[in-house]
């Protein structure tokens, strides 16, 4: 069984890291799926990587959003199928629905590539069980459209549910989000948005490997099926 599958639109380039994040972590290469598809593989992790899909043109992750696979990747959501999507997908979740909210122009206008500090802000779901409520972990960032901002009303219910995962901590937020959010996950638990790039913190190589826990906890499932 492919125990993962990544996603890819034109414009996308951080997948060959994603790629080799998932290959080292699961021990599997994950499929790849061209955006022209209409169905997707069995899998038990979807993961859209950073990149500018479409070159950013209308808003970032807008075409991407209404690309022949993404009625698949809807099904997949529906069903209670994990699906990570980082920087630009993590765009490409809210522009299609997947994820409440948007990701609008950084604050200071500037795009930002430099490492932050995440705070684990909820712990108990399927993506961050890996971690400890209130850890502080490194994490690097790179995007020109990260603000995250959502209506009063939506905040406050994602707020209430939990659905808040990562928050920039100690004065890192590079890009002005509302509430300092980084990560956000769906009202069902199974679909997670953020804007820093665990996949790139895995091993030592990488000068640490606080993003290698977010992996090994959405695959658990595969081995326990494995088993």
């Known amino acids: 069984m492919t125990t993962s ?3 890819l639109f034109p414009g996308l380039n951080r997948d060959r890291d994603m790629i080799a994040a998932l ?3 699961s021990g599997k290469a994950p499929a790849i799926v061209w955006h022209t598809e ?12 950073g990149g500018f899909s479409y070159g950013d043109y209308l808003r970032a992750g807008a075409i991407a959003a209404r690309s022949p696979v993404m009625p698949a990747l809807r099904e997949k959501a529906a069903a209670g199928n994990r699906i990570l999507g980082v920087c630009n997908g993590f765009q490409i979740l809210t522009e299609s629905g997947l994820l409440p909210g948007a990701l609008m122009r950084n604050a200071g206008l500037h795009f930002v590539c430099r490492e932050v500090k995440l705070e684990v802000a909820n712990a108990e779901t399927v993506f961050t069980r890996g971690y400890a409520k209130g ?6 960032v790179a995007h020109h459209d990260g603000n995250y ?7 406050q219910k994602i707020e209430e549910n939990g659905q808040v995962a990562f928050r920039y901590a100690e004065g890192t937020n ?6 300092d959010i980084a990560g956000i996950i769906s009202e069902q638990g ?5 804007m820093p790039h665990p996949e790139n913190l895995i091993e030592p190589a990488h000068g640490g490997v606080d993003g290698r826990a977010l992996f090994e906890a959405a695959l658990t499932r595969i081995e326990q099926n494995a088993a």
């Open 135 to 140: 850890q502080i972990l490194r994490c690097p």
């Open 174 to 179: 590079p890009n002005g989000s509302l509430n």
């Open 5 to 7: 599958a990544v996603i």
């Open 190 to 194: 199974n679909v997670l948005g953020m």
């Open 38 to 49: 209409t169905a997707l593989p069995q899998a038990d992790l979807y993961v859209i990587p």
């Open 149 to 155: 901002f959502a209506g009063r009303k939506t905040l």
């Open 23 to 25: 290959t080292k972590i």
